[in-house]
């Protein structure tokens, strides 16, 4: 009797493993499994920000619309490939959403796709793999384990593939369209949900991105000035330098008013501290080709930008000899035109190169007998890996956040790392300042400006990069100051006074081009709206 029992118990065991065997390899529950985890494993970041009252017909809303997503994109040979796909990326996209608060748009993607493996390894890190362990790569394990079935013909199957995506269509349509009238008003007031639905956020925006990039293939390039003109102002050879910060965001700066002294050398120097200045964008990516393009964040085309001169080319053209330094991953294709030299490739850095190898070599480029602008480009304060942005004697506030993940760090400890980035930021320019205030046989100017803030946490949000119309003063909101040797403020006759009640009043980025025009006396002339406050502060006259 035991023997029979035993082996009843076997062909039971067996019965039973081939029975979830054939669940498991049917195509459409499979589907329906992936859409089932997507919603509520990817979307986390989602539901955390509805209101009670929306939660439970948004996720229905929700499964509905991602089962006809897997649906699509899992037709034929696409299946498991596909499915693989939208595991990683959901997993992948969600952890970011969750860590630091970030929204997914065409311009975050641009980002993960312009950034270089420095920036990208302070994010890839043991919590994101366990993330990925768990929410990925386990599903994805099961998935490949099964063995769909493909008995049926092919007629057959594309039918029931066809029913079923019909199906699940017409569920949610029908669906959506009883809830329209108590959801439709909640997502226009809230917009920016959008950007947390998994996958579709990824998908949106890669469809936005690549049809930026095809856009951008086999375009003229087009000289937005007929006429450029240097109209010198002295004998002696001018020397600008334009210092472009990166991730600096002006509440903290102690110039701006900060409580905390993270200008404890630049305080002591006579600058003119622009205190009132909006980026043309969020992240680098964007806020770096547009403030050095001739249009304002308004109006600004990424195609345009790309396929047209930008103040750089312009100066260029007048007859400045133009060196661009850099050390934050690239330009952004602003200096494509111009000698660029990459630090980090130089120097062969571990972890990201420190700043002060970008100052190095001033002394040596400012000693010169011709026209010159050298554009320094940070590392600045560039995250989560604030603490590596600064040297030991730099390191003003403790302790700070060692911990790219924030996860074991306090709030406090996050801003001190931060703060010290500043500190660091602080002594390399104030000591280029004092460097080149030496070198009596130039006239020389300094210009700070950095391209976007950062967010510290505030509301739970963390880096930058987030929608321009949702992004808090912290990302937009930036600091920017300038210093002139005091041949160069008497030759070029410019009226202090006036230059400070000017950077007292609101500006942008969007007044970089014509100001650095200004500040380099050089004219042109074009059909372009430019805005140059910084010539009403001059009076122009020649050698």
Request: glycine share 4%; hydrophobic share 40%.
């Amino acid at each position: 009797m035991q023997q029979a029992f035993s082996r009843t118990n076997i062909i039971f065991n067996k019965e039973s493993k081939l029975t979830w065997l054939n669940i498991l390899s049917n195509k459409t529950i499979i589907r329906v499994l992936t859409a089932i985890w997507l919603t509520f494993t990817a979307n986390t970041v989602f539901f955390s920000h509805l209101d009670n009252f929306a939660q439970i017909p948004s996720a229905i809303l929700l499964l509905m619309l991602n089962l006809v997503v897997v649906m699509v994109l899992t037709a034929g040979f696409l299946f498991k490939p596909m499915i693989v796909l939208l595991l990683l990326v959901s997993a992948s996209t969600n952890y970011f959403s969750q860590q630091f608060g970030i929204m997914i748009d065409s311009s975050m993607l641009q980002n993960m796709f312009e950034t270089n493996i420095d920036e990208a390894s302070d994010l890839i890190t043991l919590a994101f793999f366990k993330h990925l362990m768990v929410f990925a790569f386990l599903p994805c394990f099961l998935l490949l384990m099964t063995k769909p079935k493909t008995i049926s013909p092919l007629v057959k199957r594309a039918a029931t593939y066809v029913i079923t995506l019909l199906l699940s269509i017409t569920m949610l349509v029908g669906y959506a369209l009883t809830q329209y009238q108590s959801l439709s008003g909640y997502y226009r007031m809230h917009k920016e949900l959008r950007y947390y639905v998994t996958p579709i956020n990824s998908i949106s925006s890669l469809k936005s991105y690549i049809k930026s990039q095809l856009h951008n293939e086999q375009s003229p390039f087009v000289q937005i000035a007929d006429r450029v003109e240097f109209q010198p102002f002295s004998n002696k050879p001018t020397v600008f330098i334009l210092v472009l910060g990166e991730t600096v965001r002006a509440d903290h700066f102690s110039l701006n008013g900060y409580s905390r002294q993270t200008n404890p050398q630049l305080t002591q120097l006579a600058l003119i501290n622009f205190n009132q200045v909006t980026s043309c964008g969020t992240a680098t990516a964007h806020s770096v080709p547009c403030m050095f393009s001739w249009m304002n964040h308004n109006n600004y085309d990424e195609f345009q930008a790309k396929h047209s001169e930008n103040v750089i080319d312009i100066i260029a053209r007048a007859g400045f000899e133009v060196v661009w330094l850099e050390n934050d991953g690239g330009c952004k294709g602003v200096c494509n035109r111009v000698k660029t030299v990459n630090v980090a490739e130089q120097a062969h850095c571990i972890d990201g190169c420190p700043d002060k190898l970008l100052f190095s070599s001033m002394k040596e480029l400012t000693n010169t007998t011709q026209n010159r602008l050298i554009v320094l480009h940070q590392q600045g304060s560039h995250g989560p890996a604030y603490f590596r942005r600064s040297q030991p004697e730099h390191k003003s506030f403790l302790p700070e956040c060692q911990d790219e993940t924030f996860a074991s760090c306090s709030a406090q400890e996050i801003v001190n790392a931060y703060d010290n980035s500043l500190v660091e930021t602080d002594a390399l320019v104030a000591q280029l300042i004092k460097q080149v205030e030496q070198q009596k046989e130039v006239n020389a100017g300094v210009l700070y400006v950095a391209d976007h803030g950062e967010s510290l946490g505030e509301n739970g949000v963390f880096l930058h990069g987030l929608p321009y119309a949702f992004a808090p003063s912290a990302q937009t909101h930036v600091p920017m100051f300038l210093w002139f040797s005091k041949s160069y403020q008497k030759d070029a006759n410019f009226n202090v006074n006036c230059l400070t009640k000017i950077a007292s009043l609101p500006t942008s980025h969007d007044a970089l081009f014509g100001s650095l025009l200004g500040l380099l006396s050089i004219d042109i002339q074009t059909q372009k709206p430019l805005t140059n406050d910084i010539a009403q502060c001059r009076r122009k006259h020649a050698v």
